[in-house]
């Protein structure tokens, strides 16, 4: 939560009130509205004028569809009081602009940033607020924010907060590169998951997405536009990245990029000894510090209950072509666990993969016979989950609740963990998918 003065940055605990801002004649009729509501919802009486000299370049909106989507996201588990606007940013300057004009009211309200929704309990909304619509703002005419720059020498990539990660993948391929460490689904914007971390199966090699940033852009709480990094407003920096959209709004994220691979070999294993399948994830991540040939580019891992849609939503990867009688492995009803683990490589050095693959899978120590390996493009493996969003989508299984929760659990005490959730609680009940791969900590 940051608070700057008497005023809120976000939604929070005192007081709570907004000013819209319009500068087009053809907005007044809203903007009457918006005030009037204003004025219904929290009882303040607002002086028109001062809203009608915010000027922004984008769009300040209180159309009911807007409002709409901006209280409700992929979790679908709150349902907040709505927005009384929503800002569509054309620039950076737009954002500035209008918190400038909360921090500089006598009132203050509240304004929070919204990426593309995915949050699972309302952390991109605000109640009587103003959403800031981070994605999606290139849409209609008009002066739009700004497209991907690529860096091919230096090796990075300059990209609006709002930008989805599948757009900053397209753009970077145009250059044979692409950001080095990601997350499991890319329709997410990076200011969303720069504000978590962005975790995924390259995280034991590269990091979090967070560690793969080297400066932002960033509108204050006083709307100040400032650019930080590890050199400069280094505590702004730290504070944002992973700041849970409460330090300032991200609008510019310079991404490191590598060399793109062009395939990917995709294996997963199965174990039915939790120590094993643990230890052999741990053994992986700690080959971070070899040469590429010598390591998995991606470890990640997952419980394995039943092999429905529902729990195998990632992807249809056991069949049709690799049917497993999961029934047959562990005839007890016990818990099953995947390793997932992949390897890059370009089509000039295809002829070492299955080598180094097969030096790599000889020291694992799971349930012989159980090697599921499919071969596919890079972009194709990174955009995988979209796939399967658009199977649920077809079967009207997207769009529900997602109660989903995400756990660090120690070393120490997975053990532990796996005995009292994967076999106790969860026994091999459940509905939704259960990830579980381990993360070098220093990283
Ligand atoms: C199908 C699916 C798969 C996922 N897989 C992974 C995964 O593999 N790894 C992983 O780490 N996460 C994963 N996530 C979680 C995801 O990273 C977070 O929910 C992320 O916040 C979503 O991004 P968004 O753009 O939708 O953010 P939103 O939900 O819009 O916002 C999230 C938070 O970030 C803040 N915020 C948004 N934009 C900005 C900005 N520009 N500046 C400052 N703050 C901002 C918001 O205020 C809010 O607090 C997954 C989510 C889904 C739905």
New binding site residues.
Partial sequence: MFISRNHLFKQGEEETLIHCFFHMATSKLLLTFAICRLIVTVGLTLDPTELLLLGVDGQLSVDPSDVETASL??GLLTRAAPPLAVLHPASAQDIAQLIKAAYGSDFGFTV?????????NG??QTANGVVVQ??GSKRGSGRKPPQPRVWPREKYVDVW??ELWIDVLRSSLEYGLAPKSW???LY??V???L??????GQAFNHGPQISNVHELDVVTGKGELLTCSEEQNSELFHAVLGG??QFG??TRARISLEPAPQRVRWIRVLYSNFSAFTRDQEYLISLHGEAGSQKFDYVEGFVIADEGLINNWRSSFFSPRNPVKISSLEPNGGVLYCLEITKNYLESTASTIDKEVESLLKRLDFIPATVFTTDLLYVDFLDR?HKAELKLRSKGLWEVPHPWLNLFVPKSKIGDFDKGVFKGILGNKTSGPILIYPMNKHK
């Fill in positions: 996201d992929f929070s940033a919204r990426g593309h929704g995915h949050s699972i952390q991109a981070m994605s907060g709002g997350t499991d689904y997410l914007s200011g969303g998951t504000s978590n971390a962005g975790i995924s849970l959209g709004i991200i989950v």
